[in-house]
């Protein structure tokens, strides 16, 4: 039985309780939070995906694109096979998508589960994101305690302007329209 007290006082905090405190937080860790990021929404055949907000796109001959992810993933584990992975950009629509395949909302019959998909031979992607990028793996390297992920881009289809999500200090944000 679930009990819910109304007392003066007894309200609910909107405050993780298993967060460390200010003072104990890496000044690392807190300056990232502070440095807004986009949110990206990485995936390749398989399918496997992961939201990844430390993506990098560097213009040059050949394009490119750096990104930090988990080593211990499925995704890391399916670019490592396939050689190849899509990155879409996300919108503020896709925050429970985010969620998702960050690893912080059910996803009960899968990732990809629910919601359409357009299938390209990098890695699905959602049908309503605002474009994607196909990437060919160059390397990958331990750094930090993540992967960093150099890819050369093969393929850039976009469509039509779109806002991005952002994450900035633990929290999604979508710029003022």
Avoid: K
Wanted: net charge negative; charged share 20%.
């Amino acid at each position: 039985m679930f009990h819910v007290n109304h007392e003066p006082g007894a309200e609910i905090h909107h405050t993780d309780p298993f967060a460390v405190p200010t003072g104990q937080r890496s000044p690392v860790r807190r300056l990232r939070g502070r440095l807004a990021a986009p949110v990206t929404l990485w995936t390749a055949p398989g399918p496997a995906g992961l939201t990844v907000s430390s993506t990098l796109v560097a213009e040059g001959e050949p394009d490119r694109l750096l990104g930090l992810i988990d080593a211990e993933s499925d995704l890391w584990a399916a670019i490592e096979e396939a050689g190849r992975f899509a990155v879409a950009p996300l919108g503020p629509p896709h925050r429970q998508l985010a969620d998702r395949f960050a690893g912080l909302f059910p996803a009960p019959g899968g990732l990809f589960a629910g919601g359409a998909w357009t299938d390209t031979p990098y890695g699905p992607i959602p049908a309503d994101a605002g474009g994607w990028v196909g990437c060919r793996l160059d390397t990958a390297r331990e750094y930090g305690w993540a992967l960093l992920v150099e890819a050369t881009i093969e393929a850039v289809d976009l469509a039509e302007e779109t806002s991005p999500l952002l994450h900035y200090r633990g929290r999604y944000h979508e710029l003022p329209g």
